[in-house]
């Protein structure tokens, strides 16, 4: 069975950081592609992240602010996020799967599609406050 579990979410003031990981059991992170995503209540979900063959991609509401990475050797994804904003306050979850003729990259897929992918955590929360 695949689990991704997410962790390392919290409550932090604005300009205040945070780095959130993701496990992988039962899949490998090495070779797939990889992302995190987030949702705000009353908000639709938004890529924020994504690792595919060594290229990555970041929304531009994250751009210099959030930096994604994984540890292949400890099977695990990263995001860290520093100088947050109350804007950043959402649920975030990890997703990952290999790659798919479904689509192109993960970098380049949009959220209509983000079904897609096989494998999703449950989600850490981040509550950034003013």
């Known amino acids: 069975e695949v689990q991704l579990v997410e962790s390392g979410g919290g409550s932090v003031q604005a300009g205040g950081s945070l780095r959130l990981s993701c496990t992988a059991s039962?899949?490998?992170?090495?070779?797939?592609?990889v992302a995190w995503y987030r949702q705000a209540p009353g908000n639709e979900c938004e890529k924020v992240s994504a690792?595919?063959?060594?290229?990555?991609y970041y929304a531009d509401s994250v751009k210099g602010r959030f930096t994604i990475s994984q540890d292949t050797d400890k099977n695990t994804l990263y995001l860290q996020m520093d100088n947050l904003k109350p804007e950043d306050t959402a649920m975030y979850y990890c997703?990952?799967?290999?790659?798919?003729?479904?689509?192109?990259?993960?970098?380049?897929?949009?959220?209509?599609?983000?079904?897609?992918?096989?494998?999703w955590g449950q989600g850490t929360q981040v509550t950034v406050s003013s």
């Open positions: 997703a990952a799967d290999y790659a798919s003729p479904a689509y192109s990259s993960i970098l380049e897929l949009p959220m209509s599609k983000s079904g897609l992918l096989g494998y």
């Open positions: 690792i595919a063959s060594y290229s990555t």
């Open positions: 039962g899949f490998s992170f090495d070779g797939a592609e």
